[in-house]
């Protein structure tokens, strides 16, 4: 049965009453509570709520413009004691209208393959599957260090058109569907994302091939994109080990397209891969209001 409730963006007075019923939301807890407070000062971004008759939130999710016409919806939670009563559907859709409202011709959104309930609602509301993605943390062993001339480099200006125009042309550009993870959202890459990632030094190379690493606030280097083939793999991963070493990092999180060597390559690393589908809506822009 559907419940009827209303839909609004959240304020600050409601962080303490969602991150009560979020805290807990898988065994490892939930990254919500500490992103809230910086989604709801971001710009292009909104955190939606849906609330019952007495202005509590019972649902959220966050909604967030990752280029001029790209949206991604992520975080959608519902309260235990009121889940399978349509708050979930009912929320993508506002997120949905919000950001088509800002131009958003996809929306855009990520799920874990195994959890086949969130699948279902998803595919239901007329999201289809665009690609897969699997990601793996590779931990850092100090005493484990790659040759030398396997070691990841920064992109001088130059390289810029010849690491594109490979990945272009590769498995990786058609397995995820010309798409990069940013942490856990994705969005399509185009050239001069590239020519950014070597202005500010997160473009790197080694002969094994190309690869976009950024490092969090946790300690741990970041790969979202990569360009590399079927026997340069193995080493452009020890490169990233080797990089990690260098920087004192916890180790590194990996995502990789869906490509069955680069997933192996992976696997082989020291990684325990963990399938993720990518999901997409197009949606009719309508413009800025």
Known sequence: MTMALAIRAAREEDLADIVSWTKATFEWGDYVPDRLPSWLSESDSVVLVGVDDSDRPLAVCHAVMLSVHEGWLEAARVHPAHRRAGLGSALNRAGVDWLAGRGARV????IEAGNSAARSQVERLGYRQVSTWYYGRLEVDPNRRCPASYRLHPVPPGEIDAAWLFWANGDLAVGGRELMAEG????????EDLAQAASEGLLHQSPAGWVIVDQTPAGWLRAGWLAAELDDAPRLFDGLHDLAVDRAAEGVDIKVPGVPWVVEALTRAGT???EV?????A???????
Request: no cysteine; hydrophobic share 40%; proline share 11%.
């Open 283 to 289: 949606t009719v822009s309508r413009g800025r209001p």
């Open 277 to 281: 589908v990518v999901y997409a809506l």
């Open 272 to 274: 325990q891969p963990t």
């Open 184 to 191: 856990w959202q994705w969005r399509r890459i185009r050239p």
């Open 107 to 110: 929306v855009r959104l990520a």
